[in-house]
Nanobody, 125 residues
Framework: QVQLVESGGGLVQAGGSLRLSCAASTRTFSNYIMAWFRQAPGKERGFVAIIGRYGSSTYYADSVKGRFTISRDSANTMYLQMDNLKPEDTAVYYC???????????????????WGQGTHVTVSS
């Protein structure tokens, strides 16, 4: 497993932007498929976006497609650029890592073995 630390959350008005970061404590970052999930109050944790080992493949939940962009660098950090934020984007955002290629297609939280502590994003209307 790898330790993950998220940062970048906060309070923003609707229509604004935030950039989340997820730092991984590993020298083999390219071994991991990385993803963002989120959990709103009273709801289950849900998939947001995923990126392949080398960053060339990405996939987004329909609710964020066209507004969010997932990326990663070659060192140890993954990002989530969130633009045109909406109140319904309010949630705790978690980054997750998996060494299993099947996790890219499944996008199930249970397929990810490493998780960060979460960062809060609040979008006011």
């Amino acid at each position: 497993q790898v330790q993950l630390v998220e940062s970048g959350g906060g309070l923003v008005q609707a229509g604004g932007s935030l950039r989340l970061s997820c730092a991984a404590s590993t020298r083999t970052f390219s071994n991991y498929i990385m993803a963002w999930f989120r959990q709103a109050p009273g709801k289950e944790r849900g998939f947001v976006a995923i990126i392949g080992r080398y960053g060339s493949s990405t996939y987004y939940a329909d609710s964020v497609k066209g507004r969010f962009t997932i990326s990663r660098d070659s060192a140890n950090t993954m990002y989530l650029q969130m633009d045109n934020l909406k109140p319904e984007d309010t949630a705790v955002y978690y980054c997750a890592a998996s060494t299993s290629q099947s996790s890219f297609s499944s996008r199930r939280s249970g397929d990810f073995g490493s998780w960060g502590q979460g960062t809060h994003v609040t979008v006011s209307s």
